[in-house]
């Protein structure tokens, strides 16, 4: 079974461009949410979608944006990219529903730097 | 909003040693989850944790939880080189969907 498969991996970007990252969950998965680990802050929620409804959002700028597909692929954006914004960015799928069982599994990642 | 705290957020023991990993929260949640993170690497799933009084081991690991005392523990038993890493804890904030708080992470250093 294919686990979570995040692309591209690594990524290097000027400030003030944007990114668009991808997440492919587990097959049968509904659940996507979106992490970023940098370490001052640690993981940080950025959102999480479920079949293609965003359900909750972190608290992070407008500027952090995403969307889910109907096959439950998932991106996210950043626009008007600032250093700050350097971090693993780590997708995670899941079954989630009510009464299921909720653990999330978590692809490798993709690592952002802005220069 | 909810927190997690964990500690120790390092820790250095020797090889056959015991420790325990501590994970406080603050508000109510019966779902808990630990992660082992190896440097440069994703989150791999420890165990799951969904009722006040789980009990899961694997191995050298076995992990405990207390929603009474919003607590769960990590222990670890005569520690091997293998098991250095960083371990965080992750509750799930109830009726937020999947949304997980993480804990800080403790970075475990096994020494021979």
């Known amino acids: 079974k294919a686990g979570v498969t995040q692309t591209p991996r690594y990524l290097i970007k000027t400030r003030g461009q944007q990114v668009t990252l991808s997440c492919s969950p587990i097959s049968g998965h509904r659940s996507v949410s979106w992490y970023q680990q940098t370490p001052g802050q640690g993981l940080q929620f950025l959102f999480e979608y479920f079949s293609e409804t965003q359900r909750n959002k972190g608290n992070f700028p407008g500027r952090f944006s995403g969307r889910q597909f109907s096959n439950s692929r998932s991106e996210m954006n950043v626009s008007t990219l600032e250093l700050g914004d350097s971090a693993l960015y780590l997708c995670?799928?899941?079954?989630w529903g009510q009464g299921m069982n909720t653990e999330a599994f978590f692809g490798q990642g993709t690592r952002l730097t802005v220069v | 909003e909810l927190k997690v705290e964990q500690n120790p957020l390092f820790l250095s023991m020797q090889e056959g040693k015991n420790y325990t990993i501590y994970c406080n929260y603050s508000?109510?949640?019966?779902?808990l989850y630990w992660y082992r993170q190896d440097p440069g690497k994703s989150l791999e799933s420890l165990f799951v944790l969904l009722s006040n009084g789980a009990v899961k081991q694997e191995g050298r690991l076995m992990a405990s939880l207390d929603t009474k005392a919003r607590l769960s523990t990590l222990h670890i038993t005569a520690a091997v080189h293998d098991l250095s890493a960083t371990y965080f804890c992750?509750?799930?904030?109830?009726?937020?969907?999947?949304?997980?708080?993480f804990g800080t992470g403790t970075s475990l250093t096994v020494i021979p």
């Open positions: 508000t109510t949640s019966d779902r």
């Open positions: 992750a509750v799930d904030g109830i009726n937020t969907g999947n949304q997980f708080y």
């Open positions: 995670a799928s899941s079954l």
